[in-house]
């Protein structure tokens, strides 16, 4: 029998404290908002909250620029806020994990500060400085053409101490030399144990394998042609200490404490390598966020170079990261939004008026069936959608999707047709598409703010149509399904959340059928991806099966025709 640990049977709910709720009518959420719908969250059918970064932060990149560990950002609240948020979720048999982002500091950070006061500071070494290169022609060169995840160099010239450093995203998010043992000691106390003591169960870790860089730093190879920088990840993810620096933290922190722990891992798409992360045997993470799924279409050069993609893609990266730990002793995750993600229906199935309800509750099966611990973003279990196409770049706030947007309208000349083209992949993948303010119900601003002018991020035009209030009381919406289907998952727990994943039929651009198994209980999941009737072959060899749930009223699962989006789950008798 599968060791039954809390985190692998929790269904998390990750909270963007910038959208969620605001309580003082600031035009910007707060913990005070969120406790006021704990309520709401309980009923959700969820067990974790997961909140992304609440901390002191002059919110370059939404406060994953973090100035103070130990403090909570004014407009969000206090420490003794988030003392009462923690009291309120396990009062009601709920944990709370928090965002760990530890991979790099806000230039603003005291480290920060004497770090770059000298050569000789104390804290010089707490971060990766290096000295220029230069041109034959003279010319002074940062130390390496990696490209930063927010467009230009990774690199930052300091005029006072006359050195570079390194910042992997923002200019004004420097990284931390995780070389540096005491660097490390410090990392841990004030980042972790400080939050560990008053009770918080854990971490979603940021940008868990970027930690060691090696020392060398070499040059990229060149992908991106006529520029100088160049993508590099695989140059600094997953460097040559990252796993003895994950087991450091294991063992001098998180081991002492009852916690669960999800680590982001980009560019790592080796099986075998991720399971060197989340084996249980070899203690360093719980389980990880492989990036494939949220990839998907996203360009080679850059993501918002859109290239789209067939279902069967999809369908092989949900099978691979489902059955790498078939046989071993790790876990996996299951998700498909989240803060820096395109909403789901509008990217994966279909939000067009007639469909995005059906296609909501398609992906909800979908989720809900899958092993791993399962996450939800805000607004998911509404069936939020992107924001509509017709905004303009304006009204768009996210530094990534900004800076790439305005680097091409530099490197073009402002060529119409390269602009149109990020633009297109902005609709579909950027990160502020998640950070529209939470749609409460059809009061002005979606009840997420009563300031006057709006939040600090435009509602959503159909906020009307798609909001807590108006769902909470209809049984048929797309809230009151995945409560459904959230239930379903843990009444069948061995099957959807522990169980073996089969695939059928892989070929197949229309349809995803797929199995699950656990002993001799057996299910079939077959769902639509297109919003047009699909026939619907029953999986060889299954004997006879009976309909669980199905997102269309009035089937009885003895149809074999598929309408679109449908889903449907059948249990084998
Ligand atoms: O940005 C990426 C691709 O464009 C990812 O590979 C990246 O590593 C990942 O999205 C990191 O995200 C996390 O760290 C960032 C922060 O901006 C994100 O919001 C956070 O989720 C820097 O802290």
């Known amino acids: 029998a599968p ?58 990149d939404m406060g994953y620029d973090i100035s103070n560990y130990e403090a909570v950002y004014p407009p969000y609240g ?52 290096r000295p220029a290169k230069y041109a034959a022609d003279g010319t002074r060169m940062p130390p390496n053409n990696w490209r930063s995840f927010f467009s230009g160099s990774a690199w930052q010239w300091d005029e006072h101490t006359q050195e570079y450093y390194l910042h992997l995203f923002a200019t004004q998010q420097p990284d931390l030399n995780w070389e540096n043992a005491t ?43 006529g520029i100088f ?5 695989s140059l600094f993810c997953n460097g040559p200490r990252m796993h003895e ?15 669960m722990t999800v680590g982001e891992l980009p560019d790592t798409p080796d099986p075998k390598h991720v399971l060197r992360y989340v084996s249980s045997g070899d203690k360093q993470l719980d389980m990880i966020f492989q990036f494939d799924i949220v990839d998907l279409g996203g360009g080679k050069i850059h993501k918002y170079e859109y290239e789209g993609y067939q279902l069967s893609e999809m369908k092989a990266i949900i099978a691979k990261w ?9 876990w996996t995750t299951v998700f498909c939004e989240n803060h820096d993600q395109g909403r789901s229906v509008s990217r994966f199935a279909s939000d067009a008026p007639e469909w995005r309800e059906r296609s909501s509750k398609l992906l ?7 092993t791993g611990t399962l996450f939800i973003y805000q607004g998911q279990e509404i069936g939020m959608i992107n924001a509509p196409t017709a905004w303009p770049i304006e009204y768009y706030k996210d530094i990534e999707a900004l800076n790439y947007y305005h680097s091409v309208a530099k490197r073009t000349n402002n060529d119409t047709e390269a602009l149109a083209h990020v633009m ?18 059809s009061t002005p601003y979606a009840g997420f703010t009563g300031k006057k002018d709006g939040a600090w991020m435009r509602t959503h035009d159909l906020y009307k149509e798609i909001n807590v209030a108006s769902q909470l009381n209809a049984p048929d919406s797309v809230l009151n399904f995945w409560k459904k289907m959230l239930q379903t998952r843990k009444a069948h727990k061995d099957l959807f959340i522990h169980g073996r994943f089969e695939t059928f039929d892989m070929d197949n651009q229309e349809t995803f059928v797929f199995g699950k198994t656990f002993g001799q209980d057996r299910a079939v999941v077959a769902l639509n991806f297109t919003d047009s009737e699909q026939p619907f072959k029953r999986p060889q060899g299954q004997g006879k099966m009976q309909l669980l749930v199905s997102n269309v009223g009035g089937v009885d699962g003895t149809e074999d025709i598929l309408l679109p989006y449908e889903g449907r789950v059948y249990l084998a008798l």
């Open 424 to 441: 297109k992949s902005i609709q579909i993948l950027g990160r502020d598409h998640a950070r529209l303010p939470m749609q409460w119900d």
């Open 3 to 60: 060791n039954r640990i809390w985190w692998k049977d929790g269904t998390v709910y990750q909270i963007y404290p910038a959208s969620y709720k605001d309580s003082n009518n600031d035009g910007l959420g707060d913990i005070p908002g969120i406790i006021s719908k704990i309520d709401y969250i309980k009923d959700l059918g969820v067990d974790l909250v997961w909140l992304s970064p609440m901390y002191d932060s002059p919110q370059l």
């Open 245 to 259: 620096f994950l087991r450091e933290m294991n063992t001098q922190v998180l081991s002492k404490y009852d916690t």
């Open 322 to 330: 489902q059955q790498f730990i078939d046989g071993s002793d790790g």
């Open 364 to 370: 909800a099966i979908m989720m809900c069936a899958m």
């Open 78 to 129: 206090t420490v003794a806020d988030m003392e009462t948020l923690i009291e309120a979720c396990h009062s009601r048999g709920l944990r709370l994990i928090l965002d760990l982002v530890i991979n790099h500091t806000s230039d603003e950070h005291q480290w920060f500060k004497e770090s770059r006061r000298s050569k000789t500071d104390p804290k010089r070494d707490w971060y990766i400085w």
């Open 229 to 233: 920088e160049q993508p590099a990840s």
């Open 183 to 225: 660097t490390r000691r410090a990392i841990y106390d004030s980042a972790m144990e400080f939050w560990l003591q008053k009770g918080v169960d854990g971490f979603r870790i940021d940008t868990v394998n970027m930690y060691s860089k090696g020392t060398d730093l070499p040059d990229a190879p060149v992908i991106d042609q």
